[in-house]
């Protein structure tokens, strides 16, 4: 009896010397492996990414897939391989013929940060799917895109797959302004002063493969970017002015010379509806994003709010032959501008390269 006692604590003396002994080795990747006789080379490209380009940043400058990771999982064991590459450039990837695949295409992801991404690090495809993505991780140069696509390879030949990526992000454009003070004596004598062109009210997360609803989006204020016009004593986050706005425009314009460049801000989705909207002095709540235009009237400063309601993702919502008619509100976060003070266009946007539609409007 106490020989079968000794035996038993003697075995857990020696696990756990031997745990102690040998460093902790972190979990390998899962891969599989078949005969290479059935392997066949996959090569994935990446489309759908055209017209990315931020306001101000040249077409030299933009890289539309910089760094880009293929995932291929198999869909009967879980198992999977990746490939990645430092530019757009082709993937081939070696596959069993015949088995099934779901594919997933994860570009221009961070490499430092809070939103920094690995390739190394996936172990499931929920490390994809459920990647949080931050609205700092935007460059200029270069908007994160996530994609998926299934993938059956054929025997004895390469298989060419595409996947269509898209952007986690909406494209917010101003394409033309003008002002007609006309039969406003008050206001014909003074000099308009574009100052600047931003979003207000962006949500700071997302995550790359979500279905884009997100129908509880949090109430805290620290939630969201850029909630009282520019930052309003927020901290701001690297390299995210030049994606939600310009603040150096300082342009005269008018009837007679209207202001003809166009701009282009991005926000993650955003589905809260303009009847959620809070628009007196109340407690900051969940909100839709705004295009707010910031002038001066002759010393005068001040704000139109366009709502942007019910955002989604990879869309362009677009203002279009903007006029202003009368004098702006007195801060950003309050709408009280009607159609005799601004009038816009209300302009459905059919681009293939953005893979739908969007349109702003005020209600």
């Not at 690995?118 to 990647?131: E, F, N």
């Not at 004598?189 to 574009?194: N, Q, R, V």
């Amino acid at each position: 009896m106490k020989l079968l006692i000794i035996i038993p604590a003697l075995g857990v003396l020696l696990a756990a010397f031997s745990s102690c002994a040998v460093p902790y080795q972190p979990e390998e990747p899962k891969v599989f492996f078949q005969e290479e006789d059935s392997l066949v080379t996959v090569i994935f490209s990446a489309s759908g990414s055209e017209r990315s380009k931020v306001t101000g940043v040249s077409e030299e400058a933009e890289r539309v897939v910089d760094r880009w990771a293929v995932f291929a999982f198999d869909n009967r064991s879980g198992q999977f391989r990746y490939e990645s590459a430092s530019s757009g450039e082709p993937l081939p990837m070696k596959l069993s013929a015949g088995r099934s695949y779901t594919c997933y295409a994860i570009v221009n992801y961070p490499e430092t940060g809070p939103g920094a991404f690995d390739p190394a690090s996936v172990r499931s495809t929920t490390d994809l799917t459920g990647k949080v993505a931050y609205l700092g991780d935007c460059r200029g140069t270069a908007l994160p895109m996530f994609g998926s696509e299934e993938v059956t390879p054929v025997a004895d030949s390469d298989t060419e797959v595409t996947i269509t990526v898209k952007r986690l992000v909406s494209r917010v454009d101003l394409r033309g302004l003008k002002v007609d003070f006309s039969g406003k004596p008050h206001l014909e004598s003074k000099t308009f002063t574009l100052r600047a062109i931003y979003l207000t009210n962006t949500y700071r997360t997302t995550r790359y493969g979500e279905d884009y609803t997100f129908p509880e989006l949090s109430s805290t204020r620290s939630a969201w970017y850029n909630t009282g016009g520019w930052h309003r004593g927020e901290a701001a986050e690297a390299g995210i002015d030049v994606i939600v706005g310009d603040r150096s425009i300082d342009t005269v314009i008018s009837a007679w010379s209207p202001y003809s460049r166009e701009h282009s801000f991005y926000a993650f989705p955003n589905p809260t509806p303009a009847s959620e909207d809070i628009t007196q002095t109340e407690s900051w709540t969940r909100r839709c994003t705004r295009l707010v235009i910031e002038a001066t009237i002759d010393d005068d400063t001040v704000y139109y709010a366009i709502k942007v309601p019910s955002m989604t993702r990879n869309r362009i919502f677009a203002a279009s032959s903007v006029v202003i008619h009368g004098r702006g509100s007195n801060d950003p976060e309050i709408i009280d501008i009607d159609p005799d003070i601004i009038e816009v266009t209300v302009q459905p946007v059919i681009d293939d390269d953005w893979d739908g539609a969007g349109d702003i409007y005020l209600d």
